[in-house]
């Protein structure tokens, strides 16, 4: 994935309600003002909880020559650079697809 031709490391998580980044990726390449008043508290799938200090509206993702844009909570210590979660998905008509050379990300035209 990149933003502004950056390469950002994503986990494509179809379990995930949320989509959420590490705080330093975001200071450093997304870069974007964050609304704080969008705090959100979340569960993790080992049973912990975090908060997640914003949101940060709009971002731009470009995947292999694809334009998307997602809504990206920043959390402070997440054990990943990008998580894409179903809004992600859901909102840039996403599917994902098994096939025997692997696992391809298809991007249906609206």
Sequence with gaps: ????????????????QLNIVNKHIWKTIINRPIDIAKSVSMNDANGGEGKLRGLVSNVPLN????????????????????????????GNFVSIDERK??????????
């Design 63 to 90: 995947c292999g020559g694809v334009n998307t844009q997602a809504n990206l909570f920043v959390g402070d210590h997440v054990p990943f650079s990008l998580l894409l979660g179903r809004p992600w998905q859901r």
């Design 1 to 16: 994935m990149h933003c502004d031709g950056q390469a950002i490391n994503a986990i494509i998580d179809t379990g995930s």
């Design 101 to 110: 050379d692997g696992t391809w990300l298809l991007f249906k035209d609206p």
